[in-house]
């Protein structure tokens, strides 16, 4: 396994497990006021049917984006697409993230974008600017709608030092791109100066204990994560050997890992927004691992992921139904 077959049945699990949720499962409730200024993309005027839709595009889309820049750049030296089938599978072990546009959807492609971005700088003879200032873009438009982008400028600023892309120029490149849509969307009217917001994270510490309902989505993202950091322990031994550029490559995908990891537990009322991220992380992980032992757990693998996001999607999905009667 681990060829194009493989992700094409992730593909199709996903679809299928997305609809099951959507048609099954009552949608969410629409997210609190997250953004800087501007709704999260749960409160956007689509129809039920127009937003899961454009919640599935973006999935999919991020994993097939996944595929052409590692045949782009080779950052996990191996040809499978083990990685974006992973990505796929565990997506479905959150159903509520499967049925509404949401912003764990957009930050999955946020990043996804960003690092065709980043990775397209290295080991040029003349490193460009735009590409960093189409990130600090990027983000920063996010984060009209979901505070948790801006986090993500500062990790990719770190990220192109790694990669040795972040010149001089570089800093007030990512500044401008940080502040360039507010600046139009303030100039131009479009947002009042009065419906700028400072949401303030909700801490762990300061959490009560989670609802029967969100036992499983604590435990889906718990257990994605910690696959993903062994798995990056794992691989980090075999990394020492390996040549320059996929070590480079490596430390700049750790650092929106790490931020990911770390955000989903300080931030811990709007974790789920990290999840899709965590899985794309996790998945480059498996990519590695599957690469470094010359493909010895492939199976192992997506069967892992797959069996456990199938279990905790339909026993969601129960409870869901069980808890609407």
């Not at 509520?96 to 946020?110: E, F, P």
């Not at 204990?209 to 798995?231: C, D, K, Q």
Request: net charge positive; with cysteine; aromatic share 12%.
């Amino acid at each position: 396994m681990g060829g194009n077959g493989t992700l094409l049945l992730a593909g199709c699990m996903f679809v299928a497990l997305a609809l099951l949720a959507f048609l099954q499962g009552p949608l969410p409730p629409a997210t609190a006021q997250t953004g800087i200024c501007l709704p999260p993309p749960q409160q956007w005027p689509l129809t039920p049917w127009g937003s899961f839709l454009l919640n599935g595009m973006a999935v999919i889309l991020s994993a097939l984006l996944c595929v052409t820049l590692n045949r782009r750049f080779n950052f996990i030296p191996d040809t499978s697409v083990i990685f974006a089938a992973v990505l796929l599978v565990s997506a479905c072990a959150v159903p509520a993230l499967l049925t509404r546009l949401n912003s764990s959807s957009l930050l999955l492609l946020a990043n996804v974008l960003s690092l065709q971005l980043l990775f397209g700088q290295y080991d040029r003879s003349k490193v460009s600017v735009t590409p960093i200032f189409l990130i600090g873009t990027i983000f920063s438009i996010g984060s009209m709608f979901h505070y948790s982008f801006l986090f993500f400028i500062v990790i990719y600023g770190c990220a192109a030092a790694v990669l040795k892309t972040f010149g001089l120029r570089g800093f007030p490149a990512l500044l401008l791109g940080m502040v360039a849509p507010y600046w139009i969307v303030l100039g131009l009217g479009i947002v009042p100066l009065s419906a700028l917001r400072v949401p303030v994270a909700g801490v762990i510490w300061q959490a009560s204990l989670p609802g029967s309902e969100m036992i499983w989505v604590i435990a889906a993202t718990a257990l994605t994560a910690f696959a993903g950091l062994m798995m990056a322990l794992r691989n980090a031994v075999s990394m020492r050997t390996a040549p320059t550029a996929i070590r480079a490559f490596n430390t700049a995908l750790t650092l929106p890992a790490l931020c990911c990891l770390l955000l989903s537990l300080i931030d811990w009322e709007n974790f789920t927004v990290y999840f899709l991220s965590i899985c794309l992380f996790t998945g480059f992980e498996a990519g590695y691992l599957n690469a470094f032992e010359r493909k010895k757990y492939n199976t192992v693998i997506f069967w892992c992921f797959a069996l456990f996001a199938i279990f905790v999607n339909l026993t969601s999905i129960y409870q869901w139904i069980d808890l609407s009667r």
